[in-house]
């Protein structure tokens, strides 16, 4: 797959637009905000050099982080140590041991990352291991650049209606129209 390519020599080169190395001013407003989530079980998924797993760690979260690549998730293990870090397929959270219930999941650009014919595995296994009313934050591009990933609003409502709500969409950055989605876990006990 090229893309596991691309990431594997970015990591092994230092090249990581993406790892800032502070936590997005999104995620900080869910967890320190006027509203703050009270802590939980959080799951990081693509979570890179852990960044995001040592400020949840921080703030009194469980962490696990998944990402595919060996040198990210050694990187993650040194930045937060006491998170459960592990190498492995965000499609196929089930094989490498990950469950719930899970109460904040975290995505700084994986789902548009992934090959179109492997999204709908993700929105399976984020379903599968989220509480209900448990929050997604999701961080996608929405416009293509060259050779880039991308996702569309409409393909996240579509992909994820039934299992999850939208309940806010944020723009952020206008290059590659930068959007920020907050979804909720539907509560599948819940009658209609």
Request: net charge neutral; with cysteine; glycine share 10%.
């Amino acid at each position: 797959m090229a893309s596991r390519l691309f990431f594997e020599l970015a990591y092994l080169f230092g090249f990581k637009p993406w790892d800032s190395g502070v936590p997005p001013p999104e995620l900080v407003e869910l967890v320190e905000g006027p509203a703050p989530l009270p802590p939980g079980r959080a799951l990081d998924l693509g979570c890179g050099t852990g960044t995001n797993c040592a400020y949840l760690l921080s703030h009194g979260w469980e962490v696990t982080g998944v990402d595919f690549v060996p040198r990210a998730i050694n990187t993650a293990r040194r930045k937060a140590p006491g998170a459960r870090l592990l190498v492995g397929d965000v499609t196929r959270l089930g094989e490498i041991g990950v469950d719930g219930p899970v109460d904040l999941l975290l995505d700084l650009g994986c789902f548009h990352s992934l090959p179109d014919e492997r999204r709908d595995a993700y929105v399976a296994e984020a379903a599968r291991v989220a509480r209900p009313e448990a929050i997604l934050l999701l961080f996608a591009f929405g416009e293509k650049g060259p050779g880039t990933p991308v996702a569309s609003e409409a393909e996240i409502r579509e992909r994820f209606k039934g299992r999850f709500e939208v309940v806010e969409v944020r723009p952020g950055m206008a290059f590659r129209k930068q959007t920020w989605y907050r979804l909720r876990r539907l509560d599948r006990s819940a009658p209609g």
